[in-house]
T-cell receptor, first 112, second 110 residues
């Protein structure tokens, strides 16, 4: 059974810092990995999707990497801003079953 | 207008009541999903549908039922609500391998 773990559970940084969020998964048979952002009481916004054949994806200040063989992904946020404060979720899409398995998220607070 | 909408956005109901959560999408996707989110547990899949005639149980389907009325509509029902069904419920759609989520319904069962 696929299990997804995110470390740390919470992170507090001052504005301007570069930071890394970690995601690990137990079964490497995945189609892709998605990073989402969730604001309090709101839905999920897809940030980046990495196909299993890819190593990384970039969007603006965000860069996500994938090492399928070791079951790890990282989300790098450059020059963090208070508006980046949210919960970040990673999810993997398993081959064959077509359902997303989510991690429990990292709650990020960026202070001005 | 949002591509995936959910109604209601917030609902408080009493134990034993029947309640329906509705999801509509304008993305034209065949695949639709219902998840629930609980603090510390992440999102868990309740039911999913790959087309109007294909409905499947997810990992936590007990106490829930669904109806796929059309390609664009997927409803989740709680036949007899209980307090541990208090959660944030999300609908999602996909075509291919990327999922798109609605804004969520916050359900409280007292």
């Amino acid at each position: 059974k696929q299990e997804v773990t995110q470390i740390p559970a919470a992170l507090s940084v001052p504005e301007g810092e570069n930071l890394v969020l970690n995601c690990s998964f137990t079964d490497s048979a995945i189609y892709n990995l998605q990073w989402f952002r969730q604001d309090p009481g709101k839905g999920l916004t897809s940030l980046l999707l990495i196909q299993s054949s890819q190593r990384e994806q970039t969007s603006g200040r965000l860069n996500a990497s994938l090492d399928k063989s070791s079951g790890r992904s990282t989300l790098y946020i450059a020059a963090s801003q208070p508006g980046d404060s949210a919960t970040y979720l990673c999810a993997v899409l398993n081959t064959g079953f077509q359902k997303l398995v989510f991690g429990t998220g990292t709650r990020l607070l960026v202070s001005p | 207008d949002a591509d995936v909408t959910q109604t209601p956005r917030n609902r408080i109901t009493k134990t034993g009541k029947r309640i329906m959560l509705e999801c509509s999408q304008t993305k034209g996707h065949d695949r639709m999903y219902w998840y629930r989110q609980d603090p510390g547990l992440g999102l868990r899949l309740i039911y999913y549908s790959f087309d109007v005639k294909d409905i499947n149980k997810g990992e936590i389907s007990d106490g829930y039922s669904v109806s796929r009325q059309a390609q664009a509509k997927f409803s989740l029902s709680l036949e007899s609500a209980i307090p541990n069904q208090t959660a944030l419920y999300f609908c999602a759609t996909s075509e291919g391998y990327e999922q798109y989520f609605g804004p969520g319904t916050r359900l409280t069962v007292t």
